[in-house]
Nanobody, 113 residues
Framework: QVKLVESGGGLSQSGGSLRLSCSASDSTFSANAISWYRQAPGKQRRWVARVGTSGNTDYADSVKGRFTISRDSAKNTVYLQMNNLKPEDTAVYYC???????WGQGTQVTVSS
């Protein structure tokens, strides 16, 4: 089973930026698309962004134009650059391998107004 580790979360003021990282334990990661999800308190986990093996990307409407997902296959790492953060971005952020039930432990992002 692939082990995923998210990092980079923290506290930001509204309008600030954070960069999340998702690192994996083996090459399954680099051979598949990777998605970021987030779960706010009391709400369902929701999809945020996806990066394919060729670097193609998709975003939820709520983050389009503010977040950028990218990958470094040589490092088995996917990044989520989050700019112009809003209080509604507050959530635990998770990465996952698309098509597999592999999830990290999540990283908390808190945005204050």
């Amino acid at each position: 089973q692939v082990k995923l580790v998210e990092s980079g979360g923290g506290l930001s003021q509204s309008g600030g930026s954070l960069r999340l990282s998702c690192s994996a334990s083996d090459s399954t990661f680099s051979a598949n698309a990777i998605s970021w999800y987030r779960q706010a308190p009391g709400k369902q986990r929701r999809w945020v962004a996806r990066v394919g093996t060729s670097g193609n990307t998709d975003y939820a409407d709520s983050v389009k134009g503010r977040f950028t997902i990218s990958r470094d296959s040589a490092k088995n790492t996917v990044y989520l650059q989050m700019n112009n953060l809003k209080p509604e971005d507050t959530a635990v952020y998770y990465c996952t391998v698309v098509g597999f039930n592999y999830w990290g432990q999540g990283t908390q992002v808190t945005v204050s107004s």
